[in-house]
Structure formats: C-alpha cells, structure tokens
C-alpha cells in the first residue's frame, strides 16, 4: 500500500537516501528524501500543466475534486489505519478528518460551478459621454499559477496533502506541488495516490499534482524560491512560517504567503454569565482545552476573568475537570518537546500562580492549569505566545477597565470568545469593536475548537494568527487566495476566458425565462 516514494507528475520516483517514519505505534517505514532537484522537476511540470489545466472548463476542475474525494474513501480504512499508526490519534477522530477533507473537497467542486467565486464584473461601454467616452470593461478572478503548499502536522488529512490550500488551488485552477509533513509520511503516500487515480480518470495533465516528501530545510526553501510558484500555502508553527514567510518576501519577483501559524484563542468570561454558569463554563473550556491533547490551532488556551469569588469558583471547577483528564498521545516527538518546554516557560514566568502542574514524558501530554494577574500577563509579552497542547491559562484582572486593556493588548488571533448573559450586552458593545480588529472569528457562547468549512467561515485574522488577515484557509472564500482580478477592455469574445462566456449564456437564460411564454 505504501510505495515510499515521491510522486512528480504522475510518475513515483525516488533519491538516493530514505528516512524511517517515527510512528506512535507500530512499525516504522522507509521513505526517499526530497531534494532541491526533485522540487524543480515537480514545478516545471506544474508550469506546463497550468497551461492547460489552468484553462480547462470549471467542469474539468469539478470532476477532479469529486474524483479525488471518491478516491480517498475508496481508500478509508488503510488511511485510517496508517494515520492513527503514525499520528496517534483516535480511529474516530481521523475517520471524522477524512469525512470533512472529503466534503470540503465536494463543496469546492460545486462553488465553482455556480460561478460566484469569480466576481464577475461588468461596465457597459458610453461612446456618448462626455467629456469622454467610456470603454467596455470586463473583469473576472484568474487562477495565479503553480501553489507549493506545506502539510501540517495536527490535521494529516484536512490541512496536508488532499487538504483545503490544496482543494482550493485546484479548484482555483492552480496546480499543486505539496511538501509532505514527516509526522505523516506513510498518509501522505496514500493520498497521493488517491490523487493520482483520480488525475488518470479524468485526463488531465500529470503535472497538476506532485508531492515530495522529507529532506531538510533546503527542500522547502527551494519549493518557495522556484520562479514557477506563485503562491505558498502553509499551516504550522510561527518560527517556521515566519521563515518561510521571509523568503517568499526576498524572491526578486516577491509572492503571497498565506500562513496560519498560531493562536491563544483567549476567551473572556464576562460576569453576569460566569456568576451565572461559571461551573458549565468550565467543563466546556476543559474539554476544549484538551480535546486531540490540545493539538489544534483553535485550542481556547486564555480565560479572562474579573478577580472575585466566581473567579475562583470557575478556576476550581476547572481543576475539578481536568483531573479527571488523561494522558494523551501528542502527533510527534517535536511536538511533545515543545508542550513541555511551553509548559515550564509558564511556570517560570513572574507571577504565575500553579494550580495543576503536571510532568510528562515522552509522546505523552498531560493538562496543566496555571493562573496570572493582568498586570503581570501585561508585563510579560511570553504569557501571550501559544503553548501548542492542554495547558490552560486564567488572567484575573481587578474590573472590567482591565479587562479591556486586556483585550486591546492581544496579538492577532483566529479567534476571540465572549461568555455573556444579557446583563453583560454593555461590557460586551465595548469589547467587540476590540476583537474585531483582534480575530477573524467571533464567538459567543461557545467554544473555538471545530471550524465549520462553510460560505461563512474565515480561518485567519492580524498576525501572528495569520500572514495575510484578508484571506481564510477553510470555507469557500479560501479559493479566492489563488486567484487575481483581471480587467479585459473592448475584448472580441473570441478572446475572454470561458468562464465570462458561460456567465453571459447563464444570464440570457435568466432573462429568457422570466419572459411570458409566447402564445398562438
């Protein structure tokens, strides 16, 4: 099932070093490295392909992704086999994953059949006007060209290599070249796959889809500074998506970057509703907090609180919960280093009070708890940086004065939380104009953790939740990444893209539908 290699336009082929995949469970195996000279052998053929693929009718683009989400369930089970072999996670949580990668895949395929994606515009022409005339002009959304995108670690199927940069490259019209994760290798293989049959079924060129796999930081810094790619997608830590960020910026001919690369997600309690339900509160944020061992880029890990009685009833009743919180597998050995050194960067931290402090070992990530007072959060730009696992954080801040200053001094995030019953609609009309400008998505209510791949969903927000806070790497709005407006004026028909020709023959249709039925 695993074949170990890298796929490069419908061809598997491979270097002359392997690695060994480092799984949570199970037998370990081989891979090829990536090289430099694979990376530009795959972006040459994305080039050639774009020339076809990047003009084929939506139909084309339509059936790829519907071809490629039946193959992926096709191949179910030795997805979800390998993927919990490497990853650790629940059968049922990657078996949740698959189903979402497939339907994102499937809903691509019909948001651009229904055209609206494209935001076609059109200005009729005035030779009459004076002082003068106005030209006809067209303008429509093109596809960019070749994507790279990077595999994410956390999401092995609906982040990596069928995931949505990818899904919405190619419904964009963009060939994709992916850099597998190593966390995944052995998933990523039989993704590719998949997508290999599903290119075969429908005929389209061999070139719209590669993947290389492993070889160090040469590999993806190659991937970002070939001159074919056009655009980068990638979801990760903020060290490296920083870097890579930095290099498509350097490239003499510079390209978008569209990373999501971290979040706290704080949530603020207000008090009407903590005095009220501080205790439900608390076993929603717990099992938020801890949900996949705190492996998501939504994970709510700040709650802020006004310092009083219900504060510290709220803090107990989360204790209460998160000991009954077992050890969890965490998705690598990186990882897992990382939450530990998060953990006690936490606990050193001036002020910070430990009310659950736990040590783990290993691929195990156990929940901490610790609590900090406003001024002492404010005085540490550390306590606002994402600790990747189950660790929670309470700041207790003297009135709801403080709350706000609070609020106006977090970085950018994917997303901001309010806790409030009807008494707390004034405190919470002076937050939100706050967290508007702080987060993409606003929550009420509710918890973070589960992103709806929807129309309305955005999945970015202000660095360093995102590198480009006008765009969403989930829903169907993520397709606009991979595109760019054109204005066509005074263009024969003959010359304008499909697209515009099947709009115009769409609203003749309209037209002629809502006319009276002739009659004898």
């Given at each position: 099932?695993?074949?170990?290699?890298?796929?490069?336009?419908?061809?598997?082929?491979?270097?002359?070093?392997?690695?060994?995949?480092?799984?949570?469970?199970?037998?370990?195996?081989?891979?090829?490295?990536?090289?430099?000279?694979?990376?530009?052998?795959?972006?040459?053929?994305?080039?050639?392909?774009?020339?076809?693929?990047?003009?084929?009718?939506?139909?084309?683009?339509?059936?790829?992704?519907?071809?490629?989400?039946?193959?992926?369930?096709?191949?179910?089970?030795?997805?979800?086999?390998?993927?919990?072999?490497?990853?650790?996670?629940?059968?049922?949580?990657?078996?949740?994953?698959?189903?979402?990668?497939?339907?994102?895949?499937?809903?691509?395929?019909?948001?651009?059949?229904?055209?609206?994606?494209?935001?076609?515009?059109?200005?009729e022409a005035l030779p009459e006007r004076q002082p003068v005339p106005r030209p006809d002009l067209k303008l429509?959304?093109?596809?960019?060209?070749?994507?790279?995108?990077?595999?994410?670690?956390?999401?092995?199927?609906?982040?990596?290599?069928?995931?949505?940069?990818?899904?919405?490259?190619?419904?964009?019209?963009?060939?994709?070249?992916?850099?597998?994760?190593?966390?995944?290798?052995?998933?990523?293989?039989?993704?590719?796959?998949?997508?290999?049959?599903?290119?075969?079924?429908?005929?389209?060129?061999?070139?719209?889809?590669?993947?290389?796999?492993?070889?160090?930081?040469?590999?993806?810094?190659?991937?970002?500074?070939?001159?074919?790619?056009?655009?980068?997608?990638?979801?990760?830590?903020?060290?490296?998506?920083?870097?890579?960020?930095?290099?498509?910026?350097?490239?003499?001919?510079?390209?978008?970057?569209?990373?999501?690369?971290?979040?706290?997600?704080?949530?603020?309690?207000?008090?009407?509703?903590?005095?009220?339900?501080?205790?439900?509160?608390?076993?929603?944020?717990?099992?938020?907090?801890?949900?996949?061992?705190?492996?998501?880029?939504?994970?709510?890990?700040?709650?802020?609180?006004?310092?009083?009685?219900?504060?510290?009833?709220?803090?107990?009743?989360?204790?209460?919960?998160?000991?009954?919180?077992?050890?969890?597998?965490?998705?690598?050995?990186?990882?897992?280093?990382?939450?530990?050194?998060?953990?006690?960067?936490?606990?050193?931290?001036?002020?910070?009070?430990?009310?659950?402090?736990?040590?783990?070992?290993?691929?195990?990530?156990?929940?901490?708890?610790?609590?900090?007072?406003?001024?002492?959060?404010?005085?540490?730009?550390?306590?606002?940086?994402?600790?990747?696992?189950?660790?929670?954080?309470?700041?207790?801040?003297?009135?709801?004065?403080?709350?706000?200053?609070?609020?106006?001094?977090?970085?950018?995030?994917?997303?901001?939380?309010?806790?409030?019953?009807?008494?707390?609609?004034?405190?919470?009309?002076?937050?939100?104009?706050?967290?508007?400008?702080?987060?993409?998505?606003?929550?009420?209510?509710?918890?973070?953790?589960?992103?709806?791949?929807?129309?309305?969903?955005?999945?970015?927000?202000?660095?360093?939740?995102?590198?480009?806070?006008?765009?969403?790497?989930?829903?169907?709005?993520?397709?606009?990444?991979?595109?760019?407006?054109?204005?066509?004026?005074?263009?024969?028909?003959?010359?304008?893209?499909?697209?515009?020709?099947?709009?115009?023959e769409s609203a003749v249709k309209s037209v002629r539908e809502l006319l009276p039925a002739e009659t004898d």
């Amino acid at each position: 099932m695993i074949n170990g290699k890298h796929l490069i336009a419908g061809r598997w082929t491979e270097s002359d070093r392997v690695f060994l995949s480092s799984p949570a469970t199970g037998e370990a195996h081989e891979f090829s490295v990536g090289t430099p000279e694979l990376v530009d052998e795959a972006c040459k053929a994305a080039e050639q392909a774009f020339m076809t693929y990047g003009y084929s009718p939506v139909a084309t683009r339509a059936a790829l992704l519907n071809a490629i989400a039946d193959e992926i369930e096709t191949r179910g089970d030795d997805i979800t086999r390998i993927g919990h072999e490497e990853t650790g996670l629940p059968e049922a949580r990657l078996i949740g994953e698959r189903g979402r990668t497939v339907g994102q895949l499937r809903l691509f395929a019909r948001t651009i059949q229904d055209g609206n994606y494209l935001d076609r515009r059109h200005d009729e022409a005035l030779p009459e006007r004076q002082p003068v005339p106005r030209p006809d002009l067209k303008l429509i959304q093109r596809p960019i060209g070749p994507v790279a995108v990077f595999g994410a670690s956390n999401f092995p199927l609906a982040f990596s290599t069928a995931g949505g940069d990818t899904a919405a490259a190619l419904a964009a019209g963009c060939p994709v070249v992916v850099k597998g994760h190593s966390a995944h290798p052995g998933t990523a293989d039989i993704i590719a796959q998949a997508i290999q049959a599903a290119i075969e079924t429908v005929g389209v060129h061999p070139g719209v889809f590669s993947q290389i796999q492993g070889g160090d930081r040469s590999v993806g810094t190659a991937l970002v500074r070939n001159e074919y790619i056009r655009a980068v997608g990638f979801t990760g830590s903020l060290a490296g998506g920083r870097a890579l960020f930095d290099l498509c910026a350097a490239r003499e001919d510079p390209i978008p970057f569209f990373g999501e690369l971290g979040s706290v997600n704080p949530m603020f309690l207000l008090p009407e509703a903590l005095g009220a339900r501080g205790g439900a509160i608390a076993s929603g944020w717990v099992a938020s907090l801890t949900m996949g061992a705190g492996q998501f880029c939504t994970n709510p890990g700040i709650a802020v609180v006004v310092e009083d009685d219900d504060a510290e009833a709220f803090i107990h009743a989360s204790l209460a919960e998160l000991m009954k919180v077992q050890g969890q597998t965490m998705l690598t050995d990186g990882i897992a280093s990382a939450y530990r050194k998060g953990r006690d960067g936490v606990r050193r931290a001036r002020g910070v009070k430990e009310i659950l402090s736990t040590d783990c070992e290993a691929r195990e990530a156990t929940p901490n708890l610790f609590v900090v007072s406003g001024q002492d959060w404010l005085a540490d730009e550390t306590l606002s940086e994402e600790v990747f696992g189950p660790l929670g954080l309470v700041i207790t801040v003297r009135d709801t004065d403080e709350m706000l200053v609070i609020a106006r001094a977090l970085k950018g995030q994917l997303t901001c939380t309010l806790h409030m019953d009807t008494a707390d609609t004034d405190l919470a009309r002076l937050l939100m104009p706050v967290l508007e400008r702080k987060a993409g998505r606003i929550l009420t209510n509710g918890f973070p953790t589960g992103v709806e791949v929807s129309e309305t969903m955005v999945h970015g927000g202000p660095y360093p939740a995102s590198t480009n806070f006008g765009a969403t790497s989930v829903g169907t709005m993520s397709i606009r990444r991979f595109l760019r407006p054109v204005c066509y004026q005074n263009m024969p028909r003959a010359l304008l893209p499909v697209e515009w020709e099947n709009e115009a023959e769409s609203a003749v249709k309209s037209v002629r539908e809502l006319l009276p039925a002739e009659t004898d």
